[in-house]
C-alpha cells in the first residue's frame, strides 16, 4: 500500500492528474488473466466527468452504445486535448507508431529517474 500511495502521488504530480483510480484484480472473476495480484493505476482528469457514477452507467446502458460513446469521447478528447493531460494521449489511433523495446526502455529510464527526483521532494 506504501508503494501505490507513492506511485498515486508520482502520477498526481508528473502526469497532472486531477485524481486516480485504483483497481486491484485478484481472480478471474475479476479481470485478471495471470494468477498474480496486480493493480492499475488509472489517471482522471476533471474533464472525464465521471466519478462514482460510471458504474451506475456501465450496469444500465448496453454495451455496445457504451463502446459507441467512448469512441465518440476518444474522439473528441483526442482533438481538443483536456488541459493538463499528456500529448500523447491526444494522438489519433490511425497515427500512433508502434513502440520499439528501445522507446520502451528509454521511457524506463526516464520514469526511473523522474521517479528518482519525485522522491526526493
Do not use: C
Amino acid at each position: 500500500m506504501n508503494t501505490l500511495q507513492f506511485v498515486h502521488k508520482f502520477i498526481i504530480h508528473n502526469y497532472k492528474a486531477d485524481a486516480l483510480n485504483i483497481a486491484i484484480q485478484d481472480g478471474p472473476e475479476s479481470g485478471q488473466s495471470i494468477p498474480h495480484l496486480h493493480t492499475h493505476l488509472i489517471p482522471r482528469y476533471k474533464a472525464d466527468g465521471y466519478g462514482d457514477d460510471i458504474y451506475t452507467k456501465v450496469e444500465k446502458m448496453d454495451l455496445q452504445q457504451l463502446y459507441r460513446e467512448f469512441e465518440s469521447r476518444k474522439d473528441a478528447f483526442q482533438k481538443h486535448t483536456a488541459s493538463g493531460a499528456p500529448k500523447e494521449l491526444a494522438v489519433l489511433d490511425e497515427h500512433r507508431e508502434v513502440r520499439t523495446e528501445k522507446v520502451m526502455h528509454e521511457e524506463a529510464i526516464w520514469l526511473a529517474d523522474e521517479i528518482e527526483k519525485f522522491s526526493k521532494i
